[in-house]
Structures are given as structure tokens and as C-alpha cells.
């Protein structure tokens, strides 16, 4: 890892950890207090030694500026509007009946999973019907461009979506919520699309395919405004990174529809389409990864000194369950013996006692039943849910696995990592401990097969690549999941496949 130190003041710093999201600031106090000195020098003495000891390479990086500069400043209406469509934990979650941020502030005074309010407003709900009948009062605001926190009673901001959404506002793409560039009063050109990512995929989809509708009518009320021009054909953009990208192929593929009844993908019209013609999607992770398997078993810590989600509460949220990989693409092999699982089964979480199938799961998500609920009712209840968010995902696997030609008009582009170990085999032993048994090359979260959804067995990696995807353009970058956004590559390239490059 290189950790650079910048900053005007000696009270800041910026730096860079090695899982890719760049803290912006750690700003402390000109003097500290008696009781919090002793801690603070304790902490950034060694700090500072380690940054010193790192140093900084200076690598060359493109002048965007000067490269894109006039095509940024230039707008009329035949140019594409942006949708940036952030992936799981990208978009922030609030409580619309009381304001609490639920998920974008962490820290002094921000809700915990573990408190018995803060576990209530992270779990999705659960009961009887479909899960698009299960509602409950959070929303998503904004997406998530940067969180905070406070470290040993420092304040802390990391980056999340900041580089992605700046490099766009360098591009003259500006939103109301994020501007870092000036170019007069013609920025109706940028728009996000955040979303609950605790809820189904395709629910989110047939949002986001009227999101668009909704947003192409401002911009042709916008074209009518600004240049007197009515009737203009209006087609977007769009940048998605991680599991937007799903919900964005699932979208372009069906438009609003749901599957069948039975799980059937519904017809491939590509109503979703009609609207858009350039998609680039970002480490998105085409064939799920085995990440959201241990997350869901084990549960999931943001960072070292944040509270713990367990797999009760990660269990309610049917769209992690939508990022499971296809289990002979990316197996799951128990002990002894290698047998392959299926883990899209019901059984298979019941024999290892997984996630809602716990034991110890009721005990847990009583604290979403009102006091003196049968714990047996709980289990019941639990078991369900499971099924339901189970065959969901297979569902959504399958609409978006079958064979597919791009309507003409539509570009469809992935940007993908490969040049970090990241898994992709699992053992679990006979308690249902998961373990890692093999990794191939990837961004860490998501494999390079996976973003590519290439299908070729082992025995065939010496092959074309084999994908129901027809990839208009495939690029790779050595940068691990969120790091993605952040290179300097891959803004100078969407930088230019969204401003220079024809349309298709």
C-alpha cells in the first residue's frame, strides 16, 4: 500500500487504505483536551511514522482537464443526460418517520444493528404476501458519496461515490446534490439513481425504469426551456457500478415486467432500452459472488471498529441473496469428500443451519415481532422469508442468464478488475463453517469471469470466452471493488466513451 499525506493544514491529512476507499480528512483539534491528548498522541505517533515510512510515488496521470475541457463545456439537446446508479450499501437509508440516518453515518450517536431500534429499521420486513407487499418507512435520499465517521473521537470522512460523481462534474455532468465544476445553468445533464438496496433487485428495477420515464420528460421540458427545442429524441447514459449494474441489465431487459409465477423470466423485449444507449458498468458482479454466501452466513463488519450486521439481520435482505453466483460456476464444496452444494437450495441452508435457518436466528428477530411472540411463530416465519428470498434470486439469475443480442442502438460496456486473488471456491466443513479453498483473478469482491459472466468450465478456459453477454467492449483494470472508480484510467476513458466517442 502507498499512503500519501496531503492537506494545507498540519491538522489534516488524506490517505488511502488498502481496500480502496480514500479517507478524505481526519481533521483533530488544535489542542486537545487532558483527556483525549494521551489517546490522540498514542494514535498518531505511530501513524504519522507509518505514513513517513510509505512515502509517495508521483505517477503520471492524464491531463482531463485540458483533454475534455471543451467538450465538457459544450451542452445542446442532442446530448445524452447521465444516470449513476450506485451498487449495495452505495446509496444512503433513511427513516422518513423520524429522520434517523439508518445507513451513511456511522459512529457517535449513529444507530447500531445491534440496538434494538437500529436493528429494526436495517432488517427488511418480513410477513406474509410477496416481498414487494412487505414495506416498511425507509428510504434512499442521495447515493452514498461520502460517509462519516468518528475514529478515537476524530472526525473521519471516507470516500464512496466522490471520485465517480467528479469525474462526471468534470465532465460537465452535474447534479443538484453534487457540483464541482461550473459551467453556467444548463446542468440538467446528471441525475442519480439511489435505492434501497436491503430490497428485491427487480423491485428496484421496474423503480428505476420509471425514474427514467419520469426524468425524460425533464429534460425534454429542460430542452424546451433552455433551447426551444421540443420533440428531440431523448436517450441516456448510464454509469453503474456493482449491483446497480444488475439492476440496470435486469431493467433494459424487461422494462417493468416481473417474472412469472413459476420463475420463468418474463418476455425479452428490452422495453428499457428504448431510453438509454450507452451503459458502462463497473465491477458489476454478472455471476454474484461468494462474498455475499459468507456475509450471509458469517454476517458482515464494515470496517474493524464498526458494529457487526449478523446473519439474522443480513438475511432479511432479499438482494444479497440475488448476488449469489451460479453454484457451477462457483462452487461451494463440502467436507469431506468435495461434494458440490446448492446453495440456492432451501436444504442445504437447513442442513448447515445458515442464516434464517439458525437456531439462533429467532432469538434475534424477535425484535421485530411485537413482545410475547411464539418463538416457534418467529422460526416460521423466518423459514419463508428465506424461501421466498431463495427462489427470487433464482428468478433473477435466470432472467438475466439467458441468451441475449443487444437491440440495435445499445451499447453495453464493462469496466472489470483482475489483478487480485478473490474467491472463488468455498469449503464448508460439517459444522457449516465456510472457508476459503481457491481464488482466481478479480477486484477482490468480484471475479474477472464473473463480471464477464463467462460461462467456460475450467476444462475450457483455453477457449473464446463464452458469455450470454454480448460485450460492445470489455475493459480491465488492476484496481480492487470500490478502487475502481477512483483510476485515473477509467476516468479518462468513460470520460471519453461519454463525451467523444460515437453513439451507437
Not at 444479497?320 to 458440490?340: A, F, M, N, R, T
Not at 438475466?400 to 478488475?417: K, V
Request: aromatic share 8%; net charge neutral.
Amino acid at each position: 500500500m502507498t499512503t500519501c499525506i496531503s492537506g494545507a493544514s498540519p491538522h489534516s491529512l488524506s490517505l488511502r487504505c488498502p481496500h480502496g476507499a480514500r479517507i478524505t480528512s481526519i481533521s483533530r483539534p488544535p489542542s486537545p483536551s487532558p483527556s483525549t491528548k494521551g489517546s490522540f498522541h498514542r494514535f498518531a505517533a505511530p501513524l504519522f511514522i507509518l505514513l513517513i515510512l510509505a512515502g509517495c510515488k508521483s505517477l503520471p496521470v492524464p491531463e482531463l482537464g485540458a483533454i475534455y475541457s471543451e467538450a465538457a463545456s459544450q451542452h445542446g439537446p442532442g446530448d445524452n443526460p447521465i444516470i449513476v446508479i450506485p451498487g449495495i450499501l452505495g446509496s444512503r437509508l433513511e427513516d422518513s418517520a423520524t429522520g434517523h440516518i439508518v445507513w451513511g453515518a456511522f459512529g457517535d450517536g449513529a444507530l447500531s444493528p445491534n440496538s434494538p431500534e437500529g436493528f429494526q429499521l436495517n432488517a427488511h420486513p418480513m410477513g406474509s404476501g410477496p416481498l414487494a407487499a412487505l414495506q416498511d418507512s425507509i428510504i434512499a435520499p442521495a447515493a452514498l458519496d461520502s460517509a462519516k465517521l468518528r475514529l478515537l473521537g476524530l472526525p473521519v470522512t471516507l470516500s464512496a461515490y466522490a471520485s465517480l460523481l467528479g469525474t462526471l462534474g468534470a465532465g460537465g455532468y452535474l447534479d443538484e446534490s453534487f457540483k464541482t465544476v461550473e459551467y453556467g445553468d444548463d446542468h440538467y445533464t446528471c441525475f442519480q439513481f439511489p435505492y434501497d438496496w436491503r430490497r428485491d433487485n427487480i423491485e428496484n428495477a421496474r423503480l428505476l425504469h420509471a425514474f427514467i420515464l419520469a426524468k425524460k420528460k425533464e429534460v425534454e421540458a429542460g430542452n424546451l426551456r433552455r433551447f426551444g427545442r421540443s420533440g428531440a429524441p431523448v436517450k441516456f447514459d448510464i454509469v453503474a457500478h456493482s449491483m446497480g449494474g444488475l439492476i440496470t441489465r435486469y431493467m433494459l431487459m424487461y422494462g417493468d415486467q416481473e417474472p412469472a409465477a413459476d420463475g420463468a423470466p418474463p418476455s425479452l423485449t428490452w422495453e428499457g432500452a428504448r431510453n438509454v444507449a450507452k451503459v458502462l458498468l463497473v465491477a458489476t458482479p454478472n455471476d454474484g459472488s461468494l462474498m455475499a454466501l459468507q456475509q450471509l452466513t458469517d454476517g458482515f463488519r464494515p470496517a474493524p471498529i464498526l458494529a457487526r450486521y449478523s446473519p439474522a439481520l443480513l438475511g432479511t435482505m432479499p438482494a444479497i441473496y440475488q448476488l449469489l453466483p451460479d453454484p457451477k460456476l462457483q462452487p461451494v464444496l463440502k467436507e469431506p469428500g468435495g461434494q458440490s452444494l446448492d446453495y440456492l437450495e432451501i436444504a442445504t441452508w437447513e442442513e448447515f443451519g445458515w442464516g434464517l435457518a439458525s437456531p439462533r436466528a429467532a432469538s434475534e428477530l424477535k425484535r421485530l415481532f411485537p413482545a410475547g411472540t411464539d418463538p416457534a411463530k418467529i422460526a416460521k416465519i423466518a423459514h419463508t422469508h428465506l424461501a421466498k428470498c431463495l427462489d427470487r434470486a433464482k428468478a433473477f439469475r435466470t432472467a438475466l442468464a439467458r441468451p441475449q443480442s443487444l437491440p440495435e442502438g445499445l451499447s453495453l460496456q464493462i469496466y472489470a478488475g483482475d489483478a487480485i486473488a478473490t474467491p472463488s471456491t468455498l469449503r464448508v466443513a460439517a459444522n457449516g463453517k465456510l472457508s476459503i479453498a481457491a481464488s482466481s483473478p478479480g477486484d477482490g469482491t468480484v471475479l474477472r469471469s464473473s463480471a464477464l459472466l463467462d460461462t467456460r468450465t475450467p476444462a475450457e478456459q483455453g477457449e473464446p470466452i463464452r458469455s450470454p453477454i454480448p460485450w460492445s467492449r470489455v475493459s480491465f483494470l488492476h484496481k480492487d471493488h470500490i478502487g475502481l472508480t477512483q483510476d485515473p484510467s477509467f476516468a479518462d476513458n468513460i470520460l471519453y466513451q461519454l463525451l467523444l466517442a460515437p453513439h451507437p
